[in-house]
């Protein structure tokens, strides 16, 4: 497997070390590692103001998964997420015939993008972890965590009624003002 971890380091990520950890715990393959978001925060730097060109810093960053795929001798290219990662990246694998797996994690919401994703290269399999999202003709894969990792317990000694990591969309800020938070002790954090 040559595994693209997702370009972020935070939620997907998460997702990804929990995938990541449940393949290898099988003992059955060779893993090799496409650190995605390595990649775009290293080439986030090199380029400068020119990174804020997403489309560019994407591409740059996505490059180098022809030469690991090859390199490694990859029968599968499993992308976690693939939120930043340029389609080119996946034309260059199907014009290797190589086989890929994409787990969406951002279904319902991305799936316009995430489709044209997969229209790159429709002979990629296409798992999501949103079940109604798997009517697109995507397999359905529960979401992955490390077991060692998430569990029951308090964060940093401190205790909380409602702890939130994640991404404060429009949509989910406004859900969040409507409710009464007295008493709650509650936690946001993430983007």
């Not at 950890?21 to 020119?50: C, K, P, S, V, W």
């Not at 260059?92 to 890929?100: C, E, G, P, T």
């Not at 003002?177 to 983007?191: C, L, M, Y």
Request: charged content about 25%.
């Amino acid at each position: 497997f040559l595994f693209v971890w997702s370009s972020a380091e935070f939620a997907t990520w998460d997702v990804a070390r929990g995938y990541r950890a449940a393949l290898e715990r099988t003992g059955q393959h060779n893993i090799r590692d496409f650190r995605l978001y390595a990649r775009m925060r290293y080439h986030r730097r090199a380029l400068g103001d020119r990174a804020e060109n997403i489309n560019l810093l994407s591409r740059i960053a996505s490059e180098g998964i022809i030469v690991e795929a090859m390199k490694h001798r990859a029968d599968v290219v499993l992308i976690i997420s693939g939120l930043a990662l340029h389609p080119d990246a996946l034309w260059y694998l199907r014009k290797i015939n190589v086989r890929v797996v994409t787990v969406f994690t951002e279904s319902p919401y991305n799936d316009k993008q995430q489709r044209e994703f997969h229209a790159v290269y429709p002979q990629m399999k296409c798992l999501t972890t949103e079940r109604t999202s798997a009517t697109n003709g995507w397999g359905y894969i529960r979401h992955a965590y490390d077991k060692d990792i998430h569990k029951p317990g308090t964060p940093n000694g401190k205790d909380y009624d409602v702890l939130m990591i994640g991404t404060l969309w429009q949509e989910r800020i406004q859900l969040l003002e409507r409710i009464d938070w007295s008493g709650i002790n509650v936690k946001f954090t993430g983007t």
